[in-house]
């Protein structure tokens, strides 16, 4: 394993959330409540440009350390949209884990550590640092 374990007890509590508006479907913009976990089932690869830095920005206001970013193990087309974003996202991103744990996802999640607001470093590689 490449990171640390996760912390159950983090997982379960539950951090405060604000709404983002998120791209889906081109026009169509939905309301979503921010958390650690980012499903992306139900959006497109194109739409993971605008979607991806606001999510972590908001996570990063938050407080959330680590995002679980639900891509899915189907075709491979969010997993690959996803890992080309990040190594581009250094601002936000401070690493990331994939395969996620098992008991997070596995091959159909990676991990991303998210950048504190405090203090900033050099871009992290593609480990979350443990």
């Known amino acids: ?9 983090a997982s379960a509590a539950s951090p405060p ?13 939905i309301r ?3 958390g650690r976990d980012l499903d992306l089932h139900t959006f497109r ?5 605008d979607l991806l830095p606001e999510w972590f920005l908001e996570c990063r206001r938050l407080g959330i350390p680590v995002v679980r970013v639900i891509h899915g193990k189907g075709t491979g087309a969010l997993r ?4 080309a974003l990040l190594p581009r996202l250094g601002e936000w991103v401070c690493g990331w884990q ?9 091959w159909g999640a990676t991990m991303v550590g998210i950048r504190p607001m405090v203090g900033t470093g050099p871009p992290g590689g593609n480990v979350i640092p443990g």
């Not at 394993?1 to 007890?9: F, R």
């Not at 690959?80 to 890992?83: A, T």
Request: overall charge negative; glycine content about 16%.
């Open 32 to 34: 979503m409540v921010v």
């Open 98 to 106: 994939y395969p996620a744990p098992d008991a997070e996802g596995g």
């Open 1 to 9: 394993m490449n990171g640390p374990e996760p912390d159950p007890a």
């Open 80 to 83: 690959s949209g996803v890992h």
């Open 45 to 49: 690869p194109r739409d993971l440009p």
């Open 17 to 29: 959330t604000r709404g983002v508006a998120a791209p889906h479907g081109g026009e169509e913009i």
